[in-house]
């Protein structure tokens, strides 16, 4: 399975990350060449076996569903690039 | 005369607690050789005041008799640890300026314990990588040096790995996904252990693959491992992974006897081209385990050539999902927009200028073996045979064996820069011999076992059954001991 250019194009964007229309064509390639290697597990046998979730047999734990922690609302906004009025600020996202 | 910042942990705590030495003149020795260090660049953000401060404390301690072994030892911390009010940036751009308001579990105990923070420590940028050369700090330096070149100290754990072996600092702590502490102490002489999946929390050590990562300890020798490993684990109620098991007393457990347990070597490890240098260490690694009266039995590992790519598939598709959290809102970098760019440019173009080269790719490749149509081909039938490789650990474990011997790494420490033509598949092989034990989710400790011609270390690994550190350290301490390996950098820095 090789990654074409319009590909590419689309795992960049899914990913959301900026790459330059000159940059695709390189990118695509060593994608193909990382998936390429990926093919040996073509070669084997599944058949029957489940798809691992835990690598430890373990039951994850409950809690109750109560309220831990709260009114930190200036250390949250702390490392934010721009905050203002209590909220993170983001550029407009409706029209 | 032995220098307080070359000392192990044991032989400091043994001085602290018969007032031999404080933990004032401790972490000063540490910050005169950080500072020495430089050229390393080992250290990428010092807390002098900050490891002041806590040594300071740790001697009322222990002069007021509260000392656990861990009180007044001045330690690096890896850079993908959270800690309060201090940069902590997983070696990327994209968290510059990033100082938590929060301090993870494994630091917090260690600190608890009495622990001194000297500083945060290069690495991989988010993990990702087996040469440090990721780093938006640049390269960390192997302080090993046998001609012109500058060598790499591994990855991703490098600068934890420089640290400890230049003797900047007793011990480190550092992080594995597919062989990030075993190979850079494999690369620097020093000891490196994995801990079992869930032993140690993940709570604040920023994520890369959440079901492979876990923390450990880079120390100076077994005995400092199994101290430091100590106060780094147990049950967290902050990580649902973390297992609520008792810890064991794991100094304790290196009786030095290992008469009758069996030691497995995989002949599937036995790779093609490898060099006879490593051949013959894992050879004698054998004979001295098998001195010690040790059985020695030969094991299959059949899917062991598959661990690789199926690493190589679920290690992106978890990062691609725990990197998108990085989008220029919450913390860290966001770009400078133009006038009416919307949110999805400010996400595109804040992802593409704060990650890295490497990150980027292991986030498309994460999210390519996600999306819909490739998911099953490549992300579900990577986590079948991750079902297979560790099918083939339990049936070997299942059949007796105790604990398994291979080498650590397919080479000595390489040069820096060496690589940077290679295809990435190239760099990805470093991980061949560790990444099967991170899917499997075991223990896995690197000791330092002998040199290759021109002088560089050399390591063996040896992997455990799960949850049987105390067991793996005790062969660990063997193998320690029968290879006596004692040689140092010459310092050149």
Not at chain 1, 29 to 42: D, H, R, V
Not at chain 2, 265 to 283: C, H, N, Q, S, T
Not at chain 2, 387 to 409: S, W, Y
């Amino acid at each position: 399975m090789s990654i074409d250019i319009d590909t590419a194009r689309k795992v960049a964007k899914l990913a959301r990350i900026r790459v330059e229309e000159a940059e695709l064509p390189a990118l695509a390639q060593e994608l193909s060449g990382i998936l390429g290697f990926m093919e040996q597990l073509n070669e084997v046998d599944v058949e029957g076996v489940e798809p691992m979730t835990s690598v430890t047999p373990q039951r994850l734990k409950r809690r109750a569903d109560v309220v831990t922690d709260g009114d930190i609302q200036a250390q949250i906004l702390k490392n934010a690039p721009d905050a203002r009025e209590g909220f993170f600020a983001v550029p407009k996202v409706v029209e | 005369m032995t220098h307080l910042n070359e000392l192990t942990i044991s032989a400091a705590r043994d001085a602290l607690r018969k007032g031999d030495t404080t933990a004032v003149d401790l972490t000063m020795a540490c910050l005169t050789a950080m500072d020495a260090g430089d050229g390393l660049n080992a250290f990428v953000h010092k807390t002098p005041e900050i490891a002041l401060d806590m040594a300071r404390a740790a001697d009322a301690r222990i002069k007021a008799g509260d000392a656990p072994a861990m009180c007044g030892i001045p330690l690096g911390i890896k850079d993908l640890f959270c800690t309060k009010g201090v940069p902590s940036q997983a070696a990327s751009n994209i968290l510059k300026g990033f100082k938590p308001e929060y301090e993870s579990t494994v630091t917090t105990q260690l600190f608890n314990a009495g622990a001194v923070m000297l500083g945060k420590l290069n690495m991989d940028e988010f993990a990702m990588g087996s040469s440090n050369e990721t780093s938006c700090y640049g390269n960390a330096i192997n302080p090993w040096k046998v001609d012109d070149r500058q060598l790499t100290p591994g990855g991703s754990s490098g600068g934890s790995a420089a640290a400890v072996a230049a003797d900047m600092c007793l011990a480190a702590t550092g992080t594995d996904t597919g062989g990030s502490i075993r190979q850079p102490a494999a690369f620097t002489g020093i000891v490196g252990i994995k801990p079992t999946y869930g032993r140690v929390s993940r709570w604040g050590v920023v994520a890369f693959a959440s079901s492979l990562d876990q923390a450990g300890p880079m120390t100076k020798s077994v005995r400092d491992a199994a101290i430091m490993l100590g106060a780094m684990c147990g049950h967290d109620p902050k990580d649902s992974t973390s297992a609520d098991l008792p810890v064991p007393d794991f100094e304790a457990a290196l009786t030095g006897d290992i008469r009758g347990k069996k030691i497995g070597i995989p002949r599937e490890y036995r790779m093609d081209g490898m060099p006879a240098e490593i051949e013959k260490l894992w050879a004698d690694g054998t004979a001295m385990l098998k001195d010690a009266g040790a059985e020695i039995v030969d094991i299959s590992l059949p899917h062991t050539k598959y661990a690789l790519p199926a690493y190589y598939v679920i290690a992106p598709a978890e990062a691609s999902s725990n990197l998108a959290r990085y989008d220029g809102v919450r913390y860290g970098h966001r770009a400078n927009l133009k006038a009416g760019d919307g949110i999805t440019e400010m996400y595109e173009k804040t992802r593409a200028e704060g990650f890295g080269h490497e990150v980027q790719r292991r986030v498309m490749i994460g999210t390519y073996v996600l999306s819909a149509g490739f998911y099953d081909a490549y992300y579900n039938r990577a986590r079948r045979v991750r079902a297979l490789i560790k099918r083939d650990f339990d049936q070997a474990f299942a059949a007796g064996v105790d604990a398994i011997l291979t080498p650590a790494t397919p080479s000595a420490a390489f040069g820096l820069g060496e690589m940077a033509n290679a295809d990435p598949i190239q760099m990805y092989l470093n991980d061949v011999f560790t990444v099967t034990v991170n899917l499997a989710g075991l223990p896995g400790i690197s000791v330092p076992v002998g040199q290759d011609a021109q002088g560089l270390p050399l390591g063996l690994q040896l992997i455990g059954k799960p949850w049987d550190e105390a067991g793996l350290l005790n062969h660990a301490y063997v193998l320690e001991q029968a290879a006596g390996f004692v040689a140092k950098p010459g310092k050149w820095w």
